[in-house]
């Protein structure tokens, strides 16, 4: 779109709300026709802007076609409409991870009866042989029992 007067780039907002010209005083002047913009509420977020003249925006604005906002706004305070600026995502945040608590997979209970058999000695595996003889429900397996031993107190 072009401005019609001047022939300069006419901007998109501008084009999309009918106009024809752009938003140089000269061009305002010239091409100012009586008519109104007004601003309908719509909706909440946005604003429709209709351009049309003021017999028209007036009777279909009694008609109830608008909702309750319809201001008149001059044609010169109409400016151009410029988008926000893209909002650039936030960068990832190059956090460390949060580390995981090491938490032992096994029970206080565990730890002691395997900690007494090794200090009496006894390899992992006759620690397990030993205490699913003697403490079978603490569930003993000769992994568990090389992790608690290599595990600090
Ligand atoms: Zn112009």
Excluded at 20 to 43: D, F, P
Excluded at 45 to 56: G, P, T
């Amino acid at each position: 779109m072009k401005c019609i007067e001047c022939g300069d780039e006419l901007l998109a907002e501008r084009a999309e709300l009918g106009f024809e010209y752009c938003t140089k005083k000269e061009c305002q002047a010239a091409r100012h026709r009586g008519l109104t913009v007004t601003a309908i509420g719509v909706n909440k977020s946005a604003d429709v802007y209709l351009v049309a003249d003021q017999a028209e925006i007036t009777r279909r604005g009694e008609s109830g076609e608008f909702g309750k906002k319809n201001a008149g706004l001059g044609i010169d305070s109409c400016r151009p409409v410029v988008p926000p600026a893209p909002r650039h995502p936030p960068e990832p945040r190059t956090r460390p991870r949060p580390a995981r608590p090491t938490r032992p997979a096994w029970t206080p209970q565990q730890a002691r009866v395997v900690r007494l058999y090794h200090e009496m000695g006894l390899s992992p595996r006759q620690i397990v042989e030993r205490a699913r003889a003697n403490t079978p429900r603490l569930g003993l397996t000769e992994t568990l029992v090389v992790k608690i031993l290599s595990s600090p107190r």
